[in-house]
Structure formats: structure tokens, C-alpha cells
């Protein structure tokens, strides 16, 4: 069964959109997660395969609706919990976290 990001072949989802893409981040956060996931892999945290993986298993509402580094922090989050970095009670906007 493919997951919602398999997309290849798919059609319906229109153009793609490159006017703004002169810089390789839209917002400082977006380099900070870009930052983390580079550090995390590097100490070997978790690896590229895992972290595919991670984006891959989002809901497909909210892949579809989430941004490249949206993605990307989700995953990150998901390996941090797995590999008992930290609990989900401890992230903030995670189900049973804090703010949740």
C-alpha cells in the first residue's frame, strides 16, 4: 500500500509553485530544523531511513497540508519520542504534551 507522500504518476494536485524559492529557507525556523535534523543524524540519533520513514507515517490530512520543513519537524519529533530521546509528554503541541 503507498503512503499519501507517494505521489509519483498522481495527477489533480496542480502547478508547483517556484516564484519565491531564491533562498533555501522562508524562515529562520526552517534552518534551525534543518540544523537539527543535520546534528541528530550526524550523532547518530536516528538515520536517513528512519527519518523518511517518520515523515512518511503523517496522517495524510495533515502531509497534505504541512510545509517541506513542517514535515520535517514532525519527523524529528517522532524519532526524538521512539528513541527515547525525550517522551511525548515533554514536547510542546505533542499529543499529551504540555500546551496540548
Known sequence: M???NDVGGMTGFGPIDTTDDTE?????????VFALNSALVREGVYNLDEFRDAVETMPP??????SYYE?????I????VRKGVVTADELPGAPGGPDA
Open 2 to 4: 503507498a503512503r499519501i
Open 77 to 80: 519529533r517522532v524519532l526524538l
Open 71 to 75: 514535515r520535517w519537524f514532525h519527523a
Open 24 to 32: 533555501p529557507f522562508h524562515a529562520d525556523w526552517e534552518a534551525r
Open 61 to 66: 490530512g495533515e502531509y497534505l497540508a504541512a
